[in-house]
């Protein structure tokens, strides 16, 4: 059984930082990718980032530069640094896998961005 569960959200000032985490069981994580995505009021789940099970990564274009995401396969553990963050980064935040094509998701961790 595929289980994500994510970690580190919160309130935090424009131009702040903050790491969330994505702790994963029921998968040989280093052979799997990982995303992150989110989700703001009222707007679809978009795709933030990506990490291959060989560490190759890719972003969406409003997060390049400010944005990292790695991985630390002996803690079977996704994370993504923001860095520089805006109030429009506001969105709850989800990591998803994939496994014998079916999408598994985390349960959602609300970030907001706000004087």
Excluded: H
Aim: charged content about 15%; glycine content about 14%; hydrophobic content about 35%.
């Amino acid at each position: 059984q595929v289980q994500l569960v994510e970690s580190g959200g919160g309130l935090v000032q424009p131009g702040g930082s903050l790491t969330l985490s994505c702790a994963a069981s029921g998968i040989m994580f280093s052979m799997f990718g990982m995303s992150w995505y989110r989700q703001a009021p009222g707007k679809q789940r978009d795709l933030v980032a990506t990490i291959a099970g060989g560490g190759m990564t890719n972003y969406a274009d409003s997060v390049k530069g400010r944005f990292t995401i790695s991985r630390d396969n002996a803690k079977n553990t996704a994370y993504l640094q923001m860095n520089s963050l805006k109030p429009e980064d506001t969105a709850v935040y989800y990591c998803r896998t994939v496994k014998a094509g079916w999408p598994y998701w985390g349960q959602g961790i609300q970030v907001t961005v706000s004087a």
